[in-house]
Nanobody, 120 residues
């Protein structure tokens, strides 16, 4: 059974930090592009960060560039998102995504999401 399980979300004050993790199973993790998406209430889901199968290519959405770091450990089948200098606009449900290279990410696998709330 394919599973993507996110963890690490919670309530944090503006300027604080969180580290999100995603544990994967049921597929060949090292062959998949891994991504983090987020969806705020009333808004469409947006791509936050992507990391290639070997971890050599990384991309971020402009609004988080310089504040977030995506990483993966193919030996542990995990992908993480370190988030620093958090802002209220970062509040959203964060989703882990897995997709083969060349496939529309929305057609890949999805986790259940973890809530991140940034509030004073």
């Amino acid at each position: 059974q394919v599973q993507l399980v996110e963890s690490g979300g919670g309530l944090v004050q503006p300027g604080g930090s969180l580290r999100l993790s995603c544990a994967a199973s049921g597929f060949t993790f090292s062959r998949y592009v891994m991504s983090w998406y987020r969806q705020a209430p009333g808004k469409e889901r947006e791509l936050v960060a992507t990391i290639s199968s070997a971890g050599s290519s990384i991309n971020y959405v402009g609004s988080v560039k310089g504040r977030c770091t995506i990483s993966r450990d193919n030996a542990k089948n995990t992908v993480s998102l370190q988030m620093n200098s958090l802002k209220p606009e970062d509040t959203a449900v964060y989703y882990c995504n897995a997709a083969p290279t060349g496939l529309d990410r929305k057609l890949g696998y999805w986790g259940q999401g973890t809530q991140v709330t940034v509030s004073s």
